[in-house]
Nanobody, 114 residues
Framework: QVQLVESGGGLVQAGGSLRLSCAAS????????MGWYRQAPGKQRELVAT???????RYAYSLKGRFTISRDNAKNTVYLQMNSLKSEDTAVYYC????????WGRGTQVTVSS
């Protein structure tokens, strides 16, 4: 079992920045890819970015350049730096970890005011 706890969400003005963190605990040795997904009201959950244990990152095409994912394997933590935020980035952001199973955090709300 893997437990994921997100933090760092909040309210920010358009053009601002936020940094999300996701700390993993439990069977962390089994984790390969970690990532962030988001779900806006009335929309499906969508990929934001993922990163492997080796540091290979993948981004949603529309977010590349504004968002940066990083990972500290020693701290079992994955980060999402979000810059130049827009109102359409408002969503609940979920952390995900992939091993033999898929694990999800409870999510953290990001609200961007215009």
């Amino acid at each position: 079992q893997v437990q994921l706890v997100e933090s760092g969400g909040g309210l920010v003005q358009a053009g601002g920045s936020l940094r999300l963190s996701c700390a993993a605990s439990g069977s962390i040795f089994s984790i390969n890819t970690m990532g962030w997904y988001r779900q806006a009201p009335g929309k499906q959950r969508e990929l934001v970015a993922t990163i492997t244990s080796g540091g290979s990152a993948r981004y949603a095409y529309s977010l590349k350049g504004r968002f940066t994912i990083s990972r500290d394997n020693a701290k079992n933590t994955v980060y999402l730096q979000m810059n130049s935020l827009k109102s359409e980035d408002t969503a609940v952001y979920y952390c995900n970890a992939e091993s033999s199973s898929s694990y999800w955090g409870r999510g953290t709300q990001v609200t961007v005011s215009s």
